[in-house]
């Protein structure tokens, strides 16, 4: 079992940036590659980025490719996802999630076994 707590979420202006963070509980946290997806109102979650256990292998949305950075401290049971540049169409309910084994496949809602509750990323025009 692993619980999962999203944190870092607010109210930013186009252009701004936030951090993201996610705190896993139990001690096979490397154990899981992790991912971050986001759901807009009225529409589907969506993949954003993921990260391997613990080579740093990663993956984003075309979206958000060369704006976000996904990263992980396995000492620390924590995923990150710092955004930048961020847009009014970025905003959304962001959730991590974690997948056991390998990264691939990561960009799959159905990959995940543990999601965490979201965090409300708001980006302002």
């Known amino acids: 079992q692993v619980q999962l707590v999203e944190s870092g979420g607010g109210l930013v202006q186009a252009g701004g940036s936030l951090r993201l963070s996610c705190a896993a509980s139990?001690?096979?946290?490397?154990?899981?590659?992790m991912g971050w997806f986001r759901q807009a109102p009225g529409k589907e979650r969506d993949f954003v980025a993921a990260?391997?256990?613990?080579?740093?292998?990663?993956y984003y949305a075309d979206s958000v490719k060369g704006r976000f950075t996904i990263s992980r401290d396995n000492a620390k049971n924590t995923v990150f996802l710092q955004m930048n540049s961020l847009k009014p169409e970025d905003t959304a309910v962001y959730y991590c999630a974690a997948k056991p084994g390998a990264v691939w496949g990561a960009n799959y809602n159905r990959s995940y076994d543990y999601w965490g509750q979201g965090t409300q990323v708001t980006v302002s025009s």
């Open positions: 990260i391997s256990r613990s080579l740093g292998i990663t």
């Open positions: 139990g001690r096979t946290f490397s154990s899981y590659a």
